[in-house]
């Protein structure tokens, strides 16, 4: 058997501000918007009848890589506070970005919560080598936490 993880759905507690991080930060655009009546037998939240919009954002692949944004149209649910951490079950997401200096910038103008302002760092490389990186480590609207990195020569 051959596993090809096309997508992570995250849930979403302000479509519009979700959107204008993924296009704006991360630099995806969107794929799919719909919305969608829950029959209540597949998602571990939510109940048969409930309404929600999914938003699916597409990076540079095709097929692979996506991120889906789902919100609870109705009923709307209470959020709870957002914790800004990384603890069990809270995934860190990493992706590439052609300028980590532009990525920066544009995440500060959307108030996002920064946990690492932009730097510079080497790595291991998986064959060996060293992979030189400018990276910041920044927050979407949800708490979800990702680590934006540019490859540098050398």
């Not at 590439?96 to 730097?119: G, H, M, W």
Request: proline share 6%; charged share 25%; with cysteine.
């Amino acid at each position: 058997m051959t596993a090809m993880i096309k997508r992570t759905t995250l849930k979403v507690r302000d479509m519009e501000k979700s959107i204008a991080f993924y296009e704006g930060v991360i630099g995806m655009s969107k794929y799919y918007d719909n919305e969608i009546t829950l029959t209540g037998n597949l998602l571990p939240g939510g109940g048969k009848g409930d309404v929600t919009r999914l938003v699916i954002m597409q990076g540079e692949d095709p097929v692979i890589g996506m991120i889906g944004l789902l919100e609870w149209l109705s009923p709307k649910p209470d959020a709870p506070e957002i914790p800004y951490d990384f603890d069990f079950g809270n995934p860190v997401f990493v992706a590439a970005v052609d300028d980590a200096e532009e990525a920066y910038a544009k995440a500060q103008a959307l108030n996002c919560v920064i946990r690492a302002p932009l730097s510079e760092g080497e790595y291991p490389g998986a064959n060996g080598g060293i992979v030189k990186v400018r990276s910041v480590g920044v927050f979407d609207p949800d708490g979800h936490f990702f680590e934006l990195n540019q490859r540098l020569e050398g």
